[in-house]
């Protein structure tokens, strides 16, 4: 919870300079309230189980299954922005839910089985909150008063839990959750803007390089190596990411033509 405030207490900072330097108004348009309380709700039960999951399982895993968000968004937009999946897009849940149950291994014999659940979650949390964003750019929410929103909600729903069971942090602790949540929030920021100002479609398959990054630095710095099915769950997931967001640019690229 401490690592879950830290991460979103620094986002608060940024985008209320952002705004008092804009001089704009930091009112939320009335139409809008609802689709905000569900994006903050969704994306900050995602957060925390992000953050479980992080700290009992393997660095690399516990990001490969927080970046099922995107084929969680697919699902969730059926309904919620009436976008009727393509053929391509189907099988590429499909085929994602397949390398998630390679990296989750529900049998008696993963003990990490709860964890890597609850980082299922972590990604479906994920993935409904960016789905809210896209309708909030759609009614035409600015940027930096979503990400504010988000992070003073959960900000606040990790104080009580904080003033229950505080762990004092020794300054080197202190720093590396200070520049946690400056490096969020650079990353709040581009993602909020990029799923607000252009389709799922086109974006989500760059945010796969976060997983890559992990991977690398989880075995640099933390001597984690992922096992032989977890690679194989990594290969299935980015690569269907990309055979869906190839398919998808070639599809528009026809209609362009067309027209």
Same mark, same amino acid.
């Given at each position: 919870?401490?690592?879950?405030?830290?991460?979103?207490?620094?986002?608060?900072?940024?985008?209320?300079? /952002?705004?008092?330097?804009?001089?704009? &108004?930091? &009112?939320?348009?009335?139409? =809008?309230?609802?689709?905000?309380?569900?994006? =903050?709700?969704?994306?900050?039960?995602?957060?925390?189980?992000?953050?479980?999951?992080?700290?009992?399982?393997?660095?690399?895993?516990?990001?490969?299954?927080?970046?099922?968000?995107?084929?969680?968004?697919?699902?969730?937009?059926?309904?919620? /922005?009436?976008?009727?999946?393509?053929?391509?897009?189907?099988?590429?849940?499909?085929?994602?839910?397949?390398?998630?149950?390679?990296?989750?291994?529900?049998?008696?014999?993963?003990?990490?089985?709860?964890?890597?659940?609850?980082? /299922? #979650?972590?990604?479906?949390?994920?993935?409904?909150?960016?789905?809210?964003? &896209?309708?909030?750019?759609?009614?035409?929410?600015?940027?930096?008063?979503?990400?504010? =929103?988000?992070?003073?909600?959960?900000?606040?729903?990790?104080?009580?839990?904080?003033?229950?069971? #505080?762990?004092?942090?020794?300054?080197?602790?202190?720093?590396?959750? +200070?520049?946690?949540?400056?490096?969020?929030?650079?990353?709040?920021?581009?993602?909020?803007?990029?799923?607000? #100002?252009?389709?799922?479609?086109?974006?989500?398959?760059?945010? #796969?390089?976060?997983?890559?990054?992990?991977?690398?630095?989880?075995?640099?710095?933390?001597?984690?190596?992922?096992?032989?099915?977890?690679?194989?769950?990594?290969?299935?997931?980015?690569? +269907?990411? +990309?055979? &869906?967001?190839? =398919?998808?640019?070639?599809?528009?690229?026809? /209609?362009?033509?067309?027209?």
């Amino acid at each position: 919870m401490e690592k879950a405030f830290f991460r979103n207490a620094v986002a608060i900072i940024v985008s209320l300079t /952002l705004l008092i330097r804009s001089r704009e &108004r930091i &009112r939320i348009k009335l139409d =809008c309230v609802g689709d905000i309380f569900f994006r =903050c709700l969704f994306g900050t039960s995602g957060l925390i189980a992000n953050f479980y999951a992080i700290d009992k399982l393997n660095i690399a895993d516990a990001n490969m299954l927080n970046k099922l968000s995107p084929f969680f968004a697919i699902l969730i937009s059926i309904p919620l /922005l009436k976008e009727k999946p393509k053929s391509i897009d189907i099988f590429a849940v499909i085929a994602a839910f397949l390398g998630a149950m390679l990296i989750v291994r529900p049998s008696g014999r993963n003990v990490q089985l709860v964890p890597a659940l609850i980082g /299922l #979650y972590g990604g479906f949390g994920a993935g409904t909150a960016y789905v809210f964003v &896209r309708r909030l750019g759609k009614k035409g929410e600015r940027t930096p008063i979503i990400v504010l =929103c988000f992070s003073i909600f959960s900000t606040a729903v990790t104080i009580p839990f904080i003033a229950v069971n #505080y762990v004092p942090l020794n300054p080197t602790q202190l720093i590396c959750l +200070v520049m946690a949540g400056l490096s969020a929030t650079v990353g709040q920021f581009g993602i909020t803007s990029a799923y607000k #100002y252009a389709p799922a479609k086109e974006i989500s398959v760059f945010d #796969y390089t976060q997983v890559v990054f992990a991977a690398i630095l989880g075995m640099l710095f933390l001597g984690e190596l992922p096992t032989a099915m977890s690679f194989i769950g990594y290969v299935i997931i980015i690569g +269907v990411a +990309v055979l &869906r967001w190839r =398919c998808n640019l070639k599809s528009e690229d026809c /209609l362009k033509l067309q027209r």
